[in-house]
């Protein structure tokens, strides 16, 4: 009999849990007017809404990026796929000259963050369970490290 009552009861919890979710996904219109205002010739954009971030993955001049805004559609930073070998002298020195020198580089990213600043960040294993971010300046110089979580 529980059962049943269960039965009954699960198709209006999922319905209802959809249209809530639903609700929480929406896009905030400024993160779609700052969108827009900066990045006009953006094609198969792709909106993503996790609560605390709005991100719209995109492309541009032949390049995959991910602008990030936040909940109130304030521009946050912007992501570029980019490539080991694309990266310029300076960078790739720096990778040398740090600690991480030996790891393997799985990804390669340039950020573009407010106030016009530009940083690499490069993804590499550190062990078999374990991945970090790398975060480099134009000159080459490692800023921070993070625990990689994508």
Do not use: C, H
Not at 36 to 41: L, W
Not at 114 to 128: A, D, F, M, S, T
């Amino acid at each position: 009999m529980k059962a049943i009552r269960l039965l009954a009861v699960l198709p209006v919890f999922v319905m209802g849990f959809s249209k809530g979710s639903a609700q929480v996904t929406s896009i905030p219109e400024q993160a779609k007017e700052n969108f827009f205002k900066q990045y006009p010739d953006a094609t198969n954009i792709k909106w993503e809404n996790d609560v605390i971030n709005v991100n719209a993955r995109f492309e541009q001049d032949g390049n995959k990026m991910n602008a990030e805004y936040n909940n109130k559609g304030i521009w946050k930073r912007t992501l570029k796929d980019w490539a080991y070998d694309k990266l310029p002298d300076d960078i790739k020195d720096g990778f040398y000259k740090s600690k991480y020198a030996g790891k393997q580089v799985l990804d390669v990213k340039m950020l573009y963050l407010p106030g016009y600043v530009i940083q690499y960040r490069l993804k590499v294993e550190k062990n078999n369970v374990e991945n970090k971010f790398l975060f480099f300046n134009t000159l080459g110089r490692l800023l921070r490290t993070s625990v990689a979580i994508e």
